[in-house]
């Protein structure tokens, strides 16, 4: 069976190369005087290692009639042996603890640029890339692939440097000891390197899987989040549960998959480690029992070899570690790259007038589906209000995204003027082609917060005016009770709730104050009760006027009353004409207005 997070990722983890050379460009980089402050720390680190396990071995010197150099022989050389080593523990301590702090502020600084970066990405980047990836994924790359890189270079870090620097050093006090001590860790090293490198290629694999498998949790979570209203009313509790259960489970099973990687290479250390221990220890017994070293020589490089056991597990977790981090980085990275192409290239200038929208053979197709539009070719003239009439499913609203550029065509193009929307940056089709659908959202802060977003610039006399454009005015009953506090009134995220209607309505005012030149409503009034709907439509023809307008309409009265209807079935415009022209005709669309008159609406 397939497992759900067994899935391709729609947008693939930078490779280590481009990771570095974006980091490298953060406005906190690790820049070259924090890298040669960090090296000195740890060269210190590893100068004050060395000395303290020399110190510890040659301890037994003094004791069996040999010396320790510059400190003698006897009892006074032994005890000053060991001072000398303790009081190097306690520099390495805080040196350790020094180098640990420089990596820490510097990775959390650096973490707080790339977080803003992944955030302007998504702000900038084309509408389809970032929907293809998915609100879990973008959330998951922003917080925990971020902040696992955060914790596990914070941890280790310096260690890892510390480690790099502790094996060679190490190969050169057992080199100075004697050379067959060196060429044993040597030939280890080499054994050993075949089947580690297998197992580390493994890793990056199997860490994005995890990092996918989370992903697709985190979106199934705020689904059902969003979903709380419908889910309780269709009673679908226990549903909801069992896919949170399912793409949970997902997730662990991605981690359970991932540790066979580490158990691995945890097992080759402590072969490669066990080996060397005994090896050395074997060698120092042989050579001092011949005299070629003394015992305090033997001692100090076992004492050595058995103090770098740390160092051989380090390595090897931390190979694991820093794969793990480097794929986690590298989504992140991915991510804030997200806008580059075309958000480079040079901008046209903004609308100052309504123009034709023109659809030219334009395809579309979702991914592994049939096409939904099939060369789609129509014109909507400037300032005109087109009504896009149809049955579900017949493409109204895959259109409506097109031209607002939520989705990109799989062939031909679309023209906003006299630009092709697919060669610029989302910047300005959002700015100059705006979308409303009836997924309103209000932003947590006051209404003058609100409505302000649209016009930085408005003062209070405007805002109220768009407020009173689309039916919410001071005098109205809605904004007495929506806002008892006028423009001062908490909305959004932590207030009361609004009303659908309300909030619909200033939604449409924040469109009035934005005063668009291309709209396009995709049923935008539809969740009114019947005691708003009126007032929803006239304020959505209130914003239409003036602008070159596309309505997908679910009401046929909409329809009625603009310029144009265009009538979709299967993908295709079957009719064309205003509203007293496709009634006589006795279509298609004569046929829905009969049966939505009939009806009683």
């Known amino acids: 069976m397939r497992r759900e997070y067994e899935r391709t990722d729609a947008v693939a983890p930078a490779s280590v190369r481009e990771t570095f050379a974006y980091l490298s460009a953060l406005p906190n980089a690790l820049d070259k005087r924090w890298w040669a402050g960090l090296l000195i720390i740890q060269a210190l680190i590893v100068a004050v290692y060395t000395t303290q396990s020399n110190l510890f071995g040659r301890s037994v010197d003094p004791l069996t009639g040999g010396s320790v150099p510059l400190l003698g022989t006897g009892t006074r050389a032994f005890v000053m042996t060991i001072g000398l080593a303790l009081a190097c523990m306690l520099v ?27 955030l302007d990405a998504i702000l900038r980047a084309p509408v389809p890339r970032v929907m293809e990836l998915g609100t879990g994924n973008v959330i998951t790359r922003m917080t925990k692939d971020i902040d696992d890189v955060v914790q596990t270079i914070t941890s280790i870090g310096s260690r890892v440097l510390t480690t790099a620097f502790v094996f060679p050093i190490t190969a050169i006090g057992l080199l100075l000891i004697d050379v067959r001590f060196a060429l044993i860790l040597i030939l280890l090293m080499a054994a050993a390197y075949p089947f580690a490198r297998d197992v580390v290629r493994s890793i990056p ?17 705020l689904d059902t989040v969003r979903g709380l209203p419908t889910l309780r009313a269709f009673g679908l509790e226990r549903w909801a549960l069992a896919r949170m259960r399912r793409t949970s489970w997902g997730a662990v099973e991605a981690d359970m998959d991932r540790a066979p990687w580490f158990i691995r290479l945890m097992g080759i250390g402590q072969v490669i480690f066990a080996a060397w221990v005994l090896l050395t220890l074997g060698l120092g017994v042989w050579l001092a029992s ?49 806008a580059d192409g075309r958000d480079g290239a040079a901008l046209p200038p903004d609308l100052a007038a309504p123009v034709d929208v023109v659809v030219d053979h334009v395809t579309f197709a979702y991914p592994g589906g049939a096409n939904v539009l099939d060369g789609l070719t129509v014109t909507l003239a400037a300032g005109t209000t087109t009504a896009l009439v149809g049955t579900s499913g017949a493409g109204k609203s895959t259109l409506a995204a097109l031209i607002a550029g939520l ?52 003062g209070d006399a405007a805002l109220l005016a768009a407020l009173e454009t689309v039916g919410l005015g001071q005098t109205t009953p809605q904004f007495h009770r929506a806002f008892p506090h006028g423009l001062d009134t908490r909305v959004g995220a932590g207030a009361e709730e609004l009303p659908p209607e309300v909030a619909q309505q200033v939604a449409l005012a924040r469109v009035a104050l934005a005063g668009p030149k291309v709209l396009v409503l995709d049923e935008a009034t539809a969740e009114a009760g019947s005691d708003a709907t009126n007032a929803l439509e006239q304020a959505a023809a209130e914003i239409t006027r003036g602008t070159t307008a596309l309505v997908v309409a679910h009401r046929l009265d909409q329809a009625a009353a603009a310029d144009r209807i265009l009538v979709m079935d299967a993908g295709r415009i079957i009719e064309d004409g205003t509203h007293a022209e496709l009634l006589a005709a006795g279509g298609r669309y004569a046929q829905l207005f009969t049966a939505w008159s009939g009806a009683g609406y």
Request: proline share 2%; aromatic share 6%; with cysteine.
């Open 92 to 118: 390495e301590m805080f040196l350790r603890a020094l180098g640990n702090y420089v990596v820490g502020l510097k990775v959390a600084r650096a973490s707080i640029d790339l977080r803003r970066r992944c």
């Open 205 to 221: 694999a199997a860490s994005n899987a995890v990092s996918v498998a989370e992903a697709r949790r985190n979106t199934v979570l």
């Open 290 to 338: 011949g005299g070629a070293i003394t015992p305090g020589q033997a001692s100090a490089a076992v004492f050595l070899v058995i103090r770098a056991e740390v160092m051989v597990f380090n390595a090897l977790f931390f190979i694991g570690e820093m794969q793990s981090a480097a794929t986690s980085i590298g989504r992140a990275v991915a991510l804030a790259k997200l």
């Open 407 to 458: 989705v990109e065509p799989t062939g031909g193009r679309i023209l906003v003027g006299d630009v092709d929307t697919g060669t610029v940056s989302d910047r300005w089709t959002a700015k100059n082609v705006t979308l409303m659908t009836q997924d309103v959202h209000i932003f947590a802060g006051t209404l003058r917060e609100d409505l302000a977003m649209a016009a930085p610039g408005a």
